[in-house]
């Protein structure tokens, strides 16, 4: 008798092969063939039909989802009875081996007579005996699992890959006849491989047949790729039998023809066939460049290494050195190859993050060897493909993983860390305007607005290492505000003057995070804010995740915001509505003291001014030119405001124009915005003449008063009562206070620049607000309270005198 104490299993194996018995017996009277056994496991024919007797065929024809249906239960159950007849004879084979090695081991003791020295033996025995136990617990609740979750695609894939339906597993995919339940392995990629080769190299009539007709062959490919994006959103892993075909596929391809033997060897002989026609071509790319990018992504089971060693020696760039250059035309060529292939998957198939990494940073790196018909596309093509993947963006802006772990670069790409490789790709005058390369970075304003908590998370970090790397420490030269193309009156540009599309995706995520910018602190990170004013947390919760951001870095950011003309109306419109936003906060939310709340908003507006006054001081202007450009933006900005509320006030009530104002500037990309908002609907009152008597619109504005912060905090203040029902119409029209803009629409002035230069006219309507009761408490002492802290917290540059003129 063993010394070994486990746990005994009670499941009786014998009466589980019964069972399977059973429910092969039932299929086969199902499918009309009672007197064949094993039908499950060795099936009778290659399609539905061919599995149903001829009795029976016709009526199963004629209600083939019944009959397939009833059909797939056997086999679901005859699979998980197998699944859990296995499981059990590995861990009674398990025990038994562990008894043997108990045995061996206590025979080879060399002292026998020391109890504790025997009870260690058999206690370390004991315990690989648990473990067995543990391992059968956890596949009998998969078994459970499966059974519970019925005959799914994936649940059958799961069975056949283990052998419980058959040598080859197709039994389920003969009776459905849909590819969900075929089960691949490296023989089918095999076949597919000859086929693809007779048909390219030797314009094989039966091969090309087969591949645009047979659902076997490229389809299988294109439902094995949809296998694996369903795997990357559900956070799972593809079965190894498919890792397996994929490989295999590629690996077989990469030997195939030429003297050259290689992967884009052989995709330009697909390329230059003349035996496929143009359809199969296109359809070979796409499936094969979408296979090889769920292939290369490590959290599905795949990985870079899984790919032909010349597409990986593409992606990683040749080494730096003294075969540099003896290597770079071949690179080149292939670099050419791959981006046109890789440029014909799907736009949502996206690849591995180590592929994605280096695949990028070789782009960055090799920027300057754009010849020997390597041209801009190809590599705008490539950082759109490594883009696709969220986790590379992040440790290309990072340089780590989201767990906070380093990322190694390939020794060829060592150089390219973050700060390197946006200036790079950053520093290039690109023909889309750097549509492709915000791609990179586009990904934390919409996850900021649709993630999950996770990527939320990971989002915030992202965006505070991009803006801490772009704004710099304001020390010394900063390659993002110069890079050294010039423009007319600036020899220096910065990046968002150079490129309006990477320009546009810094505005989308200011205004993400424009709650966090409002925020009062002296913290750096992405973290629970601890340090902060009563009260002066709008638009979040305490314990909140927030972005912090020392001020300086916040409005050397915003700087690079306004420095590009075009898209600096988006961010300050959006500071324009936040502003609003925050009276709305101060005055609904009781926490919310007034002083504190016109701290906020005058500290948001002081900190873009000051951004525009230093952006233009980088340009060489004077003080006074400076002071004078950011009041004609600010102005500029107003107008296009003003165009935006007189749209909404004719579109009937909103809950609030300033937050379905914000949304609008945020889902507008700059070009639709500046040419709609600026050329076409600036209210009659914002056309000025020019010396010449031409009419000016807002976007080229000429320089005149500008209203009081008193003023402009006043119209504001009176907007959001009206939306909040504090104040009547039609007291605004007894008191004259209404304008009728070039809409049509009645409605409160943007700026007194409204009201025909009549500024008296404030002066009634703060008259009126100070007269405002609510639930019975008058408010006039805290309207005031919040215009006078947003006029004090409002001094910008413009109005310091340590600046000389």
Not at 64 to 88: P, R, T
Not at 101 to 117: F, Q, R, Y
Not at 453 to 467: F, K, L, S, T, V
Not at 690 to 715: C, K, M, R, V, W
């Amino acid at each position: 008798m063993s010394a070994l104490s486990y746990t005994e299993c009670e499941i009786d194996r014998g009466a589980v092969a019964t069972a399977i018995t059973t429910f092969d017996e039932l299929h086969a009277k199902i499918s009309g063939r009672s007197g064949e056994y094993n039908t499950i496991t060795q099936p009778v024919g290659f399609d539905f039909s061919g599995l149903i007797g001829e009795g029976l065929r016709s009526a199963a024809e004629e209600n083939h989802f019944s009959w397939s249906s009833a059909m797939m239960a056997c086999y679901h159950a005859s699979g998980v009875l197998s699944k859990i007849n296995e499981d059990v004879k590995w861990y009674e084979d398990k025990i038994e081996e562990i008894k043997g090695n108990l045995s061996t081991a206590l025979a080879n003791n060399a002292e026998p007579d020391n109890l504790n020295i025997v009870q260690q033996i058999v206690d370390s025995h004991n315990l690989d005996a648990e473990r067995a136990w543990r391992d059968l617990e956890t596949r009998c609740d998969e078994s459970q699992e499966n059974l519970r979750g019925g005959p799914t695609p994936e649940n059958i894939r799961a069975l056949a890959e283990g052998g419980h339906l058959g040598e080859y597993g197709l039994i389920a995919f003969y009776a459905t006849e849909n590819l969900d339940y075929f089960h691949v392995d490296e023989n089918q990629a095999e076949t597919i491989a000859i086929h693809i080769e007779n048909a390219v190299l030797h314009g094989h009539d039966g091969s090309i047949e087969a591949l645009e007709g047979n659902p076997e062959y490229l389809a299988l490919i294109g439902n094995v790729v949809a296998r694996a994006l369903t795997a990357q959103q559900n956070g799972d892993q593809l079965l190894d039998g498919e890792i397996e075909f994929l490989e295999t596929l590629f690996g077989d391809l990469s030997a195939v023809g030429s003297d050259d033997p290689g992967f884009l060897s052989f995709i330009d002989q697909v390329n230059s066939s003349e035996h496929i026609s143009d359809s199969l071509r296109e359809d070979l790319n796409r499936n094969l460049s979408n296979s090889m990018l769920v292939l290369s992504d490590e959290n599905i089971g795949g990985g870079m290494d899984r790919l032909p060693q010349d597409v990986i020696d593409t992606a990683v760039g040749p080494m730096p050195g003294a075969s540099f250059y003896s290597e770079l035309n071949d690179w080149q060529d292939n670099y050419i190859l791959l981006s046109d292939f890789l440029a014909t998957s799907g736009p949502s198939v996206g690849g591995g993050v180590e592929f994605s990494v280096e695949l990028a940073s070789s782009t960055a790196r090799m920027l300057g060897h754009m010849n020997g018909g390597l041209e801009e596309s190809h590599f705008e093509t490539m950082i759109d493909i490594a883009s696709r993947n969220n986790e590379a963006n992040y440790v290309l802006l990072t340089g780590e993983y989201p767990d906070g772990s380093s990322y190694q670069l390939d020794e060829a790409n060592a150089s390219i860390v973050p700060e390197v490789f946006f200036e790079k790709i950053y520093s290039h005058e690109w023909d889309d305007e750097g549509e492709s390369a915000r791609r990179i970075t586009d990904w934390i304003s919409s996850v900021r607005q649709d993630g999950t908590p996770e990527e939320i998370d990971m989002a915030g970090n992202a965006a505070h290492a991009y803006i801490s790397m772009l704004a710099g420490d304001g020390e010394g030269d900063n390659p993002f505000f110069g890079t050294g193309e010039k423009v007319e009156g600036n020899e220096n540009i910065s990046v968002a003057e150079l490129n309006s599309e990477i320009a546009d995706g810094l505005a989308d995520i200011y205004i993400s995070f424009i709650d966090d910018f409002t925020l009062d602190h002296s913290q750096d990170g992405y973290r629970e804010i601890f340090d902060h004013r009563e009260g002066s947390l709008p638009f979040h919760l305490p314990g909140d995740d927030v972005l912090l951001l020392p001020l300086d870095v916040r409005e050397r950011f915003m700087q690079l915001l306004v420095a590009n003309d075009e898209v600096s109306p988006r961010v300050l419109v959006a500071t324009e509505a936040q502003e609003r936003r925050i009276i709305e906060e101060t005055f609904k939310n009781p926490e919310m003291e007034a002083q504190v709340g016109g701290t906020t908003a005058g500290d948001l507006r002081e900190m873009m001014t000051n951004a525009i006054i230093q952006e233009h001081l980088g340009r060489e202007e004077e003080i006074t030119e400076a002071r004078d450009s950011a009041l004609q933006k600010w102005e500029a900005a107003y107008g296009i405001f003003s165009s935006l509320v007189g749209e909404k006030v004719g579109g009937g009530v909103v809950a609030s124009i300033a937050t379905d104002t914000l949304l609008d500037v945020m889902n507008t990309k700059y070009t639709e915005f500046a040419e709609a908002k600026i050329q076409e609907n600036i209210p009659s009152s914002y056309m000025l003449e020019n010396e010449d008597g031409e009419s000016t619109p807002a976007g080229d504005f000429i320089f005149y008063d500008p209203q009081s912060e008193t003023d402009h905090a006043t119209l504001q203040v009176a907007s959001v009562f009206l939306e909040m029902g504090l104040i009547d119409m039609e007291d605004l029209q007894d008191r004259s206070l209404l304008i009728t803009d070039s809409q049509g629409n009645e409605r409160l002035p943007v700026t007194t620049t409204e009201w025909d230069g009549v500024p008296a006219k404030v002066g009634d309507l703060a008259e009126l607000i100070g007269g405002i009761s609510l639930n019975g408490v008058p408010m006039g002492g805290d309207v005031g309270d919040y215009i006078d802290a947003y006029e004090t917290s409002y001094e910008p540059n413009l109005y310091k005198s340590n600046l000389e003129e």
